[in-house]
C-alpha cells in the first residue's frame, strides 16, 4: 500500500479534534467543567464516580469498572491500530472484539460524541497498577512473588499504550483529568506533580498531547501584588508559580477564563501570525541596570 502525501490543502481541511489533560488539586472544579460543554455531544467517561458536581447535566456518562474495560473504550474510540499484532491490544482483533462486546457503543450514536471527557487519570492508574499487579510477567522466578519493578514496568507501558491511542483519534477531542499534587525538595523548593501511580506516565504526558493546562487558585497580579484567590487555567510552561503547563496551539494567554467550551473554540479559532508565536525576551544590562529588550523570532 502506497503512503500518501497529503497537501496543505487536504491537511487544512482535516477534522482535527484537541487532546490535552487538566490538572488542579482536589475541589478545585475539574470535574464542573463539564458544565461548559454541550451536552449532545460529549460522553462523560466517570472512572472516579465523583458526579455529584453535575448533578442535573444532562449528558451521556459511562462507567468502566475495570482496566480491560477502559481499553476496550479506547479501542472503540480509536479505533484499531494497524501497527499491531492480531494477539496484542488496540489491534484489528481486540476492535473487533469490544465492537461485539460493546455493540451499543459502536452505533452511530456512539460516533457522534466529539468530546471525550475521562475522569481521571489517577483513577485510571489506579485499576491499571491492580490488574498489573496480577500478571504472570511481574512474579519473580526466584522467589515467587510479586518483583514491584516488574509491576510498575508493566504499569508504564499499559498507561502509555491507553494514552497514545486515544490520543490518536484525530477526530475527536480527547480530555484528560487528574489530580496535582504540590511537592517539597530537599531543599523545601516547591514543585507540582500528577497524582498518577509511578513516575513514567506523569513524566512521558507532557510530550503526547497537545495541552496541558493547570486549573489553579490564582491571588496575584502581574507586578506580583497580593489579591483575592479566583480560579483560571493556566496554559504557558513559563508561568510565575512553575505549574505544569503546555499550548502546542499558540492561540492561548498564560492565564484564560476556567470555561473549557471556551477554551476549545479558542483553541481551534484563527491562528496568531508565525511572528506572534515564538518569542523570547533577551535581558541586558546598561548602567549597571538590568532592562529586558524583546526579540520577536519568525522560526517554526
Not at 107 to 123: Q, Y
Not at 239 to 253: F, I, Q
Not at 276 to 297: D, F, H
Request: aromatic residues 8%.
Amino acid at each position: 500500500m502506497a503512503l500518501p502525501i497529503i497537501s496543505a490543502d487536504q491537511r487544512l481541511a482535516e477534522k482535527r479534534g484537541i487532546k490535552g489533560c487538566i490538572f488542579g488539586k482536589s475541589g478545585i472544579g475539574k470535574t464542573s467543567l463539564l458544565w461548559t460543554l454541550p451536552e449532545a455531544t460529549t460522553l462523560f467517561i466517570d472512572l472516579e464516580a465523583g458526579d455529584l458536581a453535575i448533578e442535573g447535566w444532562q449528558g451521556s456518562t459511562i462507567r468502566p469498572r475495570t482496566w480491560e474495560e477502559c481499553r476496550d473504550l479506547a479501542v472503540l474510540i480509536g479505533g484499531a491500530n494497524p501497527a499491531m499484532r492480531a494477539n496484542q491490544n488496540y489491534s484489528q482483533q481486540h476492535f473487533d472484539f469490544a465492537c461485539k462486546h460493546f455493540g451499543d457503543l459502536s452505533s452511530d450514536e456512539f460516533n457522534a460524541f466529539e468530546t471525550m471527557f475521562i475522569d481521571s487519570l489517577t483513577v485510571a492508574a489506579r485499576l491499571c497498577f491492580q490488574w498489573c499487579k496480577g500478571q504472570p510477567e511481574v512474579v519473580s522466578d526466584k522467589t515467587k512473588k510479586l518483583d514491584m519493578r516488574g509491576a510498575y514496568g508493566l504499569l508504564a507501558q499499559e498507561m502509555l499504550a491507553w494514552i497514545i491511542q486515544l490520543q490518536h483519534t484525530r477526530n475527536k477531542n480527547i480530555w484528560f483529568l487528574g489530580i496535582l499534587d504540590e511537592k517539597t525538595d530537599d531543599y523545601n523548593r516547591r514543585y507540582f506533580e500528577p497524582q498518577i501511580e509511578g513516575t513514567k506516565t506523569g513524566l512521558e504526558l507532557p510530550g503526547i498531547v497537545d495541552q496541558v493546562i493547570t486549573m489553579a487558585d490564582i491571588d496575584y497580579q502581574a507586578d506580583g501584588s497580593k489579591i483575592n484567590p479566583y480560579r483560571a487555567f493556566l496554559c504557558h510552561t513559563i508561568n510565575p508559580k512553575g505549574y505544569p503547563a503546555k499550548d502546542r496551539s499558540g492561540r492561548l494567554d498564560c492565564l484564560e477564563k476556567p470555561d473549557l467550551g471556551q477554551l476549545m473554540a479558542k483553541i481551534k479559532g484563527s491562528a496568531k501570525p508565525i511572528a506572534q508565536r515564538l518569542y523570547y525576551t533577551m535581558p541586558s544590562k546598561a548602567a549597571g541596570q538590568s532592562t529586558q529588550t524583546t526579540t520577536t523570532t519568525t522560526g517554526a
